[in-house]
């Protein structure tokens, strides 16, 4: 069989002040084409998820990689492990920027069939979760090893963070409040029928396996959890392996092949 070269073009970008890498086929760099965010994880930045943005992109999507708020270039007043108390910030701050970047891509480039999928590994699977729940838009995602269920995650956080403990509780139910509105174990009806996809290892230390598959055990049933799915990994902790990576990209290419 002969081999078929695919030239992948990274193009790095700053898009309403959001610094992004642009994974897309050299071919089809300026064509209409669906869409896919993916965002990195806790401490982490776009260069370091750029395998899954690759194999994305490999697909014939267009990728989008951004930087979330105090990460990779958008780091201020040390690294980001020093934002630990705002880390409800930062996902938040994430779901408000997406709308500029799809508008963005949709004046310059266009949106096949508006076909949008959004995915994130950790932290950027729970902002995968938080933007389900937001934007009706969203035609499909892929969470991996992230959590739908922000409020009780938050709740765990506070206990494992060093100093959380000193912080005044009537601003920490504040901020828990806030979150109810991106709490997708509080609103599953919002999956609305779209094709969504959960990975999650048995021996995850950052981001517990339970809550998770209990979220999905209880929505499996329903008529707008149809299309959800989910893969456990026996024994895996807190990383994504090649093969996941491999998984969550085919199951974009079934998702907007069938829409």
């Known amino acids: 069989m002969e081999a078929v070269a695919i030239m992948i073009t990274i193009v790095s970008r700053k898009i309403k002040g959001i610094p992004v890498l642009e994974l897309v086929q050299n071919e089809k760099s300026d064509s209409a084409l669906p869409l896919v ?3 990195h994880g806790w401490t982490g930045c776009k260069e370091r998820v750029l ?3 690759y194999e994305l992109a490999r697909r014939g999507f267009r990728v ?3 930087d979330a708020l105090y990460h990779g270039q958008r780091q201020v007043n040390g690294p980001a492990e020093s934002h630990q108390l705002e880390f ?3 996902i938040a701050n994430s779901v408000r920027e997406f709308p500029k970047l799809v508008s963005e891509y949709q004046q310059q ?8 999928g959004v995915s994130g590994l950790s932290m950027g699977g729970i902002t995968t979760c938080a933007l389900l729940c937001v934007y009706p838009q969203i035609s499909a995602a892929v969470c991996l090893m992230g959590s739908p269920r922000p409020v009780d995650f938050a709740r765990d956080l506070l206990r494992r963070i060093p100093g959380a403990q000193d912080a005044d509780p009537d601003y920490v139910e504040q901020q828990l409040e806030q979150l109810k509105i991106i709490d997708l174990s509080a609103n599953p009806q919002k999956i609305a029928g779209r094709p969504v996809h959960f990975w999650h290892g048995t021996a995850d ?3 517990p396996y339970l809550p998770t598959k209990e979220f999905y055990d209880r929505i ?8 959800v799915t989910f893969t456990t990994t026996r024994g895996a902790k807190h990383k994504v392996s090649y093969p996941t990576t ?5 199951k974009f290419a079934e998702y907007f092949a069938a829409l």
Do not use: N, R
């Open 37 to 39: 965010f993916f965002y």
């Open 109 to 116: 480039f266009g949106i096949k069939e508006g076909q949008i």
């Open 220 to 227: 499996s049933d329903h008529s707008y959890a149809q299309k």
């Open 205 to 207: 230390e950052m981001v």
């Open 64 to 66: 989008v990689l951004p």
């Open 51 to 53: 395998t899954q943005g």
């Open 246 to 250: 491999v998984e969550m990209a085919d």
């Open 88 to 90: 409800w910030e930062i």
